[in-house]
């Protein structure tokens, strides 16, 4: 089993439409959690940390689930530049050092 | 914050050449860093941890004799593709962290290495 893992995709979806996106990671003992998303030919960015109360910015709303150990992404009125791979990561440790885990990433492609 | 500087953003070099790749904290110290290398359509790969003032972790599989990593200081990590082939051609992107558990990783721009 895969330390992270996501839905697959590629989710083509049309513009304005909700789309959510889930993880699931397999160390219980696990840290921190983000959501990156990464254009095409391009450095990961960090699009939100996820907290345990839930939290949202604007038009993303993240949430974790410990006792399923479940993170998701909701994107509302998704927008043409939306389109990108969303990442799911995971600290698994104490440390800066401890290595954070991606996960394989969602592509998600909005038409007009 | 928190902004991580790579450069080169792009290389092209010849097979069998050496190419080195900086990566540097603007704005924080980083006694950790980590590289990654990314093959098109691929996910994300860590190669390695750079660790200030002493060897670096490699991955299983990951030559070290071959990525040649150095952290002299707090502010600076260096990758070297020794010897590159075109077999190593691909997106190098390193990364840090400011200290604290649940502060994330902030990436350079990426280097897109092409060996001919």
């Given at each position: 089993r895969k330390e992270v893992e996501q839905d697959p995709g590629p989710f083509n979806v049309p513009e304005g439409a909700t789309v959510a996106f889930n993880c699931t990671y397999s160390?219980?003992?696990?840290?921190s959690f983000f959501w990156y998303r990464q254009d095409c030919r391009k450095e990961p960015k960090l699009l939100m940390s996820v907290y345990s109360s839930g939290n949202e910015d604007g038009r993303f709303t993240a949430q974790l689930n410990r006792a399923s150990q479940y993170i998701s992404l909701l994107i509302r009125d998704?927008?043409?530049?939306?389109?990108a791979t969303y990442l799911c990561v995971v600290n698994p440790g104490y440390s800066s050092a401890s290595k954070i885990i991606f996960g394989s990433g969602t592509r998600l492609s909005i038409r007009p | 914050g928190a902004v991580v500087s790579q450069h080169p953003s792009w290389v092209i070099c010849k097979s069998g050449t050496s190419v080195k790749i900086e990566c540097r904290s603007l704005d924080f110290q980083a006694t950790t860093m980590f590289w990654y290398r990314q093959f098109p359509k691929q996910s994300l790969m860590l190669m390695a941890t750079s660790n200030e003032g002493s060897k670096a972790t490699y991955e299983q599989g990951v030559e070290k004799d071959k990525f040649l990593i150095n952290h002299?200081?707090?502010?600076l990590s260096t990758l070297t593709v020794t010897s590159?082939?075109?077999?190593?051609s691909s997106f190098y992107i390193c990364s840090a962290r400011v200290l604290g558990i649940d502060s994330p990783l902030h990436f350079g721009n990426g280097t897109r290495l092409t060996v001919t």
């Open positions: 160390n219980s003992a696990s840290q998704s927008k043409l530049s939306d389109s | 002299a200081s707090l502010t590159a082939h075109p077999e190593d």
